[in-house]
């Protein structure tokens, strides 16, 4: 699976990569990736001869139908891991766990500290608790990578994606050896968060936010709800000033009328003239 689809993406968008020679040609290593798009975890596996498996929500697997069927047949195929994430504690402890066992069957781990997509092209703050934890608790060497305008190739709302040429860029493997065992020290865990995240914003040359992606996510959705109130209340009040011109208008025409008709009655029912 993984060659019939990472085959067709490399000869369709033709990606171009810098520092494969970073990744282990065998062992476990986790690596870490900024977030832009969707199709991230669909590229970095296309362009490595080794499988990387990265988590993904667990619906994707479980949606009824023949939609369903095939879509977690390929997410399975790019080597999606499914997490249940309908709790976010009892969902960072899963993919922790998954990561853990993923690695120590020596394979790569693919991870976002990002935690979710980011809402506006810019790196956020890295999550210490998964990256951090799963690399203290295996030891396995951090590899950072950059995607690199995979955000541009299917922007939000577009149906068909943009023909175009995507990078990647890979860092050298970062050891955290030196921390192991302190993966229940919060300052350690943010140490090795940062400096992974450190590394990611040098590849990738995004700007960087000391904030989560999530909170900007939230952020930007309450702006934009409150723009949408403000929007309506607007509509709302410019219809009540339209309605209150045409009750003033009609009220108008109504006196005017009547002062017409006492007009016409005094002008008919006076005394006529000598």
Known sequence: MKVAIGGPLKLAFRPWVEGLENIPAEGPAILASNHLSFSDSFFLPAVLDRK???????EYFTTPGVKGRM???????????PVDRSGARGAGEAAIKSGIEVLERGELFGIYPEGTRSPDGRLYRGKPGGLARVALATGAPVVPVAMIDTE????????????????IRIGKPLDFTRYQGMEH????????????????MKLSGQEYVDMYATAMKRQL???????????KAE????????????RADKEQAEKVRAAMEQTDRGQTGGPSEP
């Open 52 to 58: 990387v498996t990265f988590i993904a929500k667990a």
């Open 71 to 81: 879509t977690a047949a390929f997410f399975k195929g790019v080597g999606q891991l």
């Open 152 to 167: 541009k190739i299917q922007p939000p709302g577009q149906v068909m994606p943009k023909l175009m040429r995507p990078g």
């Open 185 to 200: 020290d919060r300052f350690v865990l943010r140490a090795v968060t940062d400096e992974v995240m450190y590394e990611i």
């Open 221 to 231: 959705a309450e702006a934009a709800k409150a723009e949408k109130e403000a929007e």
């Open 235 to 246: 509509r709302e009040a410019e219809k009540a000033a339209r309605a209150a011109v045409a």
